[in-house]
């Protein structure tokens, strides 16, 4: 009874965010909010550039305007709320909005992990099957296909939202992040969280491993029929074809890698270390892979640099 009553009075949650590292708050407040206007801006470019020009109107750049999209969305469930916790000496969030940014960013982030898989169903599609592309992939399959992509994302962030924000909060309400991480969340409660252990562990096999096997199996094929190509100039432009693609996997799954795969410090000094290194590489993480997904497109796929050298050509001269 005495946990139930304490759960009602929990109606915000304090982010903890770099509240001992005072001076650090500045100094990212200015590099994170640098990094979210040039995600902006290079999202922003790269969807009008998808919709404005005709030639882009492929399966392959409405994946990706869509990823561009997602990033924007990603970014903005949670860098405007990090951004006011560097200049806010109480860093509270209610509640509901609590829930509402856990439910954006679990959403956008299962959203990209299904899409990316999505693109390289293209791309092996496109390389391997280049004489059934346009039946395979015509606009009344790849549409559903990103349609499918937003839902599962969408399905699976309500699931896990659900069952975090019904659990009891005790009293302890310091979240150890930036924003209402998901994990971070759940280890303020007071009561079993095992269900939520097992469906999160669910989750992570649908929308990480089964993508990341599908693109490492999708990609095999199409190394093989690139190598079986008898020009060096046709493997070439085959491959520059899907090197963005591949890219972007590289750098979102790999910062992945690298923020749950590296061991954890035993040393108290250490793991104090430790805590604010993980906070930050989540962080950058955040508005990292976000902010070069554009930048990657740009450089490595010469239909975007064109259309975008043409569109800011146009503006300059209106």
Not at 237 to 245: I, L, R
Request: proline content about 5%.
């Amino acid at each position: 009874m005495e946990c139930a009553n304490q759960t009602i009075s929990v109606t915000e949650f304090i982010l903890l965010g770099l509240s001992a590292h005072p001076r650090l708050e500045k100094t990212f407040f200015v590099l994170i909010l640098l990094m979210y206007l040039v995600i902006l801006l290079g999202n922003g470019v790269l969807i009008l550039v998808t919709l404005s020009v005709s030639r882009l109107h492929t399966p392959m750049y409405f994946f990706l305007g869509n990823l561009s999209f997602l990033d924007i969305c990603y970014t903005t469930s949670s860098v405007p709320l990090i951004l006011d916790s560097f200049l806010t000496p109480r860093k509270t969030i209610p509640f509901s909005a609590c829930a509402v940014q856990m439910f954006l960013s679990f959403a956008m982030g299962a959203t990209e992990c299904v899409l990316l898989g999505m693109m390289a169903f293209d791309r092996y599609v496109a390389i391997c099957n280049p004489l059934r592309y346009p039946v395979v992939m015509s606009k009344t399959v790849y549409v559903p296909m990103a349609v499918s992509s937003w839902a599962a994302g969408s399905a699976a962030s309500t699931v896990q939202t659900s069952l975090a924000m019904k659990l009891p909060f005790c009293g302890n309400n310091i979240i150890n992040h930036f924003t209402c991480e998901i994990l971070a969340v759940l280890k303020l409660a007071c009561a079993d969280i095992s269900i939520n252990v097992i469906s999160m562990g669910v989750t992570n096999v649908i929308f990480l491993g089964v993508p990341v096997l599908f693109i490492f199996v999708s990609y095999i094929f199409i190394l093989s029929t690139i190598l079986r190509i008898p020009s060096a100039e046709g493997r070439k432009k085959a491959f520059s074809t899907c090197s963005a693609h591949l890219t972007v996997v590289v750098v979102f799954y790999g910062t992945i890698l690298f923020m749950y795969g590296k061991p954890k410090s035993k040393d108290p000094l250490g793991a104090d270390k430790q805590d604010v290194s993980d906070k930050l590489t989540s962080l950058f993480y955040g508005v990292v892979t976000p902010m070069l997904n554009p930048i990657i497109y740009s450089l490595r796929n010469k239909d975007v640099k064109a259309a975008v050298r043409n569109l800011v050509s146009q503006k300059l001269q209106l």
